[in-house]
C-alpha cells in the first residue's frame, strides 16, 4: 500500500511509519520537519500545512491518509485537497474531545457526549479537546464512508519526548537522594490508562490493511497508579522507601499532576478527573487493539532515557534537587 502520513517526525508519527514499512508499506511523510527526525525510509516532503500550497509536493493516489493534526484548518486543508485522492482517512484524535472528565464520565463510550467544537484562528493548548472534535467533524463528512477516528489516550514508551512515561523509571533508576527514596502521589484509587505508542501504531496500520472504518477509544487497558508504579519500580530495580504525599500536600506545595514543569506525571486526582482514566475500550480491543505489558513498555523507556541522558531538560515531573527538598520537607511536616 502507499500511504500519506500528514506528520511522521515525531513520537507516535516515527512509530506509525517504521511498523508500516516494516509490513512492506510506501510511506509519504508530509511535515515541516521541526520536531525531531523521520523513520528510515520514508519518502519525506517538507511543508507548512499553514500554507495554501502545502500539498503542492505531493504526487499521486494513495490507499490511505493518516493524520495527526491537532488543529481544525489543517485537516480541513488536507481533505480538501486528498478528498479525490485517497480511499481511507485515519484521523488521531484523542480522548480529550469528551465533555465530562470527572467520576460520572467513568466508562465513557465513543458515544458519549463532546466538548463543543472549536475551529478559530488563534489555537491554544486549552483550545485541544475542542479542536479535535471540529478535526473529527470535517474527516467524517469528507469521507463518511471510509473514514476511521482513533480516540488515543496518553501515548508511552521510548521517545516519549513529554517525559510523561519515562519520569517514574528513570527516577526509581536514579533516585534523587543518598537513602533511596522517591516522592509518589498517595492517591489510592487513582487509576492510569496508557498505551505504547508503538502498540497504537501497529494497530493503526492493521485498521488500514482491513479497511476498519469507524470511531474508537485507542488506548489501554485502566490500571491503579499504584500498580504501575511498582511496575515502573520493578524494572527499575529500585528498593528504597516510597514516601507517600497526599494530593493536599502536594497541591499546597505547588507540585500539579498529570504532566509538565513541577508535576508528578501518570497520576490524575481521583475522583475530580476519574474520566479521564477509565474510558471504555471494548470496541477497539474487538477490532484488534492490543496492549503489551506495562513492564515490557517500561523497560523499554528506561533504556531509552538511559542512553540519552538522564541529564537532559525534562518536560514532565520534578528535578533531583526539588523532589530531594520536597521529601526533607514531607518527612519534616509528617
Not at 140 to 154: E, K, M, T, W
Not at 275 to 293: F, I, K, N, Q
Amino acid at each position: 500500500m502507499r500511504l500519506l502520513l500528514l506528520g511522521g517526525n515525531a513520537f507516535l508519527g516515527r512509530a506509525i511509519a517504521r511498523d508500516a514499512i516494516a509490513r512492506g508499506h510506501d510511506v509519504v511523510a508530509l511535515a515541516r520537519g521541526e520536531s525531531g527526525t523521520f523513520a528510515e525510509g520514508v519518502e519525506v516532503v517538507r511543508a507548512d500545512r499553514d500554507l495554501p500550497n502545502a500539498y503542492a509536493g505531493v504526487h499521486g493516489d494513495f490507499d490511505a491518509v493518516i493524520d495527526l493534526a491537532r488543529q481544525p484548518r489543517h485537516v480541513r486543508g488536507a481533505v480538501e485537497n486528498l478528498r479525490d485522492r485517497s480511499q481511507h482517512y485515519l484521523f488521531v484524535s484523542t480522548i480529550n474531545v469528551y465533555a465530562d472528565a470527572g467520576p460520572t464520565a467513568i466508562g465513557a463510550a465513543e458515544d458519549t457526549e463532546l466538548l463543543p467544537a472549536w475551529d478559530g484562528e488563534q489555537w491554544t493548548p486549552e483550545h485541544y479537546g475542542a479542536g479535535k472534535v471540529t478535526c473529527e467533524r470535517l474527516v467524517a463528512q469528507a469521507f463518511p464512508d471510509s473514514h476511521l477516528i482513533a480516540r488515543a489516550g496518553l501515548l508511552a514508551g521510548p521517545e516519549d519526548s513529554t517525559d510523561r512515561s519515562g519520569y517514574w523509571p528513570l527516577r526509581f533508576a536514579h533516585p534523587s537522594r543518598p537513602d533511596g527514596r522517591v516522592l509518589v502521589p498517595h492517591d489510592p484509587p487513582a487509576q492510569t490508562q496508557l498505551i505504547d505508542a508503538r502498540d497504537l501504531a501497529h494497530w493503526l496500520i492493521s485498521c488500514v490493511e482491513n479497511q476498519t472504518f469507524g470511531v474508537f477509544n485507542a488506548t489501554g487497558p485502566s490500571v491503579p497508579l499504584h500498580a504501575v508504579l511498582a511496575a515502573a519500580r520493578a524494572v527499575a530495580g529500585h528498593t528504597g522507601e516510597l514516601v507517600p504525599a497526599s494530593s493536599q500536600w502536594l497541591a499546597q506545595k505547588g507540585v500539579a499532576h498529570w504532566a509538565g514543569e513541577r508535576s508528578l506525571p501518570l497520576w490524575l486526582p481521583w475522583p475530580e478527573l476519574a474520566g479521564m482514566m477509565t474510558v471504555d475500550t471494548s470496541a477497539a480491543e474487538a477490532a484488534g487493539l492490543r496492549s503489551r505489558p506495562l513492564p515490557q513498555t517500561f523497560t523499554d523507556v528506561l533504556e531509552w532515557e538511559l542512553r540519552t541522558g538522564p541529564g537532559r531538560p525534562r518536560q514532565a515531573g520534578l528535578s533531583p534537587a526539588d523532589e530531594a527538598d520536597l521529601i526533607t520537607q514531607w518527612l519534616r511536616e509528617n
